[in-house]
């Protein structure tokens, strides 16, 4: 007769959480002198939102203050805010963005 070998193998382990790099959320958040469409034309060029999403987003900036547009690895997310920095400031905008850890 043969025997089975009933012990488990260790160091294989399933992917958990911990296996992905931490995320950050990226928001914009309302002013007085950044344009609604200017708004809409930085979701859909940095955070590539259809026009239908980007018009909803901007709507909650306007709304509550401040809104996620994105959900990114850090450095990507420093990315995006910066990139919408350096649109607004180009453009004469205020707008700000911010990243916080999810």
């Known amino acids: 007769m043969t025997s089975t070998d009933s012990t488990t193998k260790t160091g294989i382990s399933s992917k958990s959480k911990e296996d992905h790099p931490p995320m950050y ?31 909803q987003i901007m709507l909650n900036v ?3 203050g401040k809104e996620v547009c994105g959900i990114y690895p850090l450095e990507i997310a420093e990315t995006k805010m910066e990139t919408v920095h350096n649109l607004a400031s180009n453009k004469g905008f205020p707008l700000k963005s911010t990243m916080e850890k999810e």
């Open 25 to 55: 959320k990226v928001l914009l958040h309302n002013d007085n002198y950044t344009t609604m469409e200017f708004v809409v034309e930085i979701l859909l060029a940095v955070f590539g939102k259809s026009l239908e999403k980007a018009n």
């Open 62 to 64: 306007h709304n509550k």
